[in-house]
């Protein structure tokens, strides 16, 4: 076990507040109850048949078997190297998100897309092969077992199913929703995710010369006066409960962090910036948006012995997890 991993468990020891969370069945509104049986998909379905996800890729739908639709959306979100736990932990987050989805019936000709940035990524089966080479034999069979030991399981708060967020790498602790993206969701709250240092992504910078620094806070404020020297164009910050930047004042102007990270192509909003004397530079911390469940944080919690269901009610809080198709 890393050293790390060993001064995670100290940290998650200290913070780790996991409910018992008794499944509570009786929450569940009939309607999701039937979006993944088989009777909802009507009755020319034979009883043998699996959950199909109808899948829009390239402008044309797809009716994938769920459990190859969350196999390959495991595949092509997470990088290689994690855990069961943390495999089964993703396979409901992304089930629950793509029911979802569904639901919502954000593209009406299908459940999801293939899209990350708009659904979930979800890569074909040879585009799979191609960039996992030789992993991907047991990286398909270590995802599928994880999809179908989770069967239809899926998160709820209040009764409803939850948007199920992930990313790659907190930096050490999650986001509230409200401050990435305005909206405060009770089950979506900052918490510490201590144990990813190793991770590929977990550190960063970014660099930017005085002058290009001054053209790109332009190109979204005229008003910026950088008339001083660059020494002085950062001024006062204010942090996010999730310690990223809420906003930053540069140029006598407030830019917040989700700004910030959109115009320098920044990995987080966990960031400092600071002159150096020469150069403007970026400290990032974590990969992703912060909201909802760390990948890493997972796998860190997977290493110490914790299953996904724990997993599961640390990163989504008060959550209930349930098979929706009993
Ligand atoms: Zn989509």
């Not at 910078?205 to 806070?217: G, K, P």
């Not at 979204?220 to 020494?231: H, K, L, R, W």
Request: glycine share 8%.
């Amino acid at each position: 076990m890393k050293t790390s991993v060993q001064a995670g468990l100290i940290a998650l020891a200290a913070i780790l507040l996991i409910p018992s969370a008794p499944d509570r069945r009786s929450d569940v509104t009939p309607p999701l109850a039937l979006w993944i049986t088989k009777e909802a998909h009507g009755p020319a379905r034979s009883a043998e048949s699996q959950a199909m996800v109808r899948v829009l890729e390239d402008g044309a739908v797809s009716e994938l078997d769920e459990a190859d639709y969350l196999t390959r959306v495991i595949l092509s979100e997470m990088l290689p190297g994690f855990g069961l736990e943390a495999m089964k932990a993703q396979a409901v987050a992304a089930r629950t998100f793509a029911l979802r989805q569904r639901a919502a019936g954000k593209h009406p000709e299908a459940d999801v897309c293939t899209q990350s940035s708009c659904c979930q990524a979800c890569c074909s089966v040879e585009d799979l092969r191609e960039r996992l080479g030789d992993q991907f034999r047991d990286a398909w069979a270590l995802a599928y077992s994880a999809v179908q030991q989770t069967e239809g399981e899926v998160l709820t708060f209040g009764g409803k199913l939850i948007d199920a967020t992930y990313f790659s790498c907190s930096g050490g602790s999650t986001e509230d929703a409200a401050a990435v993206w305005g909206t405060d969701v009770p089950y979506l709250r900052a918490v510490e995710s201590p144990g990813e240092q190793d991770a590929a992504v977990f550190a960063s910078s970014v660099c930017v010369s005085a002058e290009a620094f001054r053209q790109t806070i332009c190109t979204v404020d005229s008003a910026a006066d950088f008339s001083s020297g660059p020494a002085d164009w950062i001024g006062q910050a204010e942090q996010t409960p999730g310690g990223g930047v809420a906003w930053i004042r540069i140029g006598g102007t407030e830019m917040t962090g989700v700004q910030l990270r959109r115009l320098f192509h920044l990995n987080s909003t966990k960031f400092t910036l600071a002159w150096d004397g020469t150069q403007f530079v970026f400290d990032v911390r974590g990969y992703g948006h912060r909201v909802g469940m760390s990948q890493y944080g997972a796998q860190a919690m997977a290493e110490l012995g914790f299953d996904y269901r724990a997993i599961l009610l640390y990163y989504y809080r008060g959550v209930t997890i349930i098979r929706a198709d009993e």
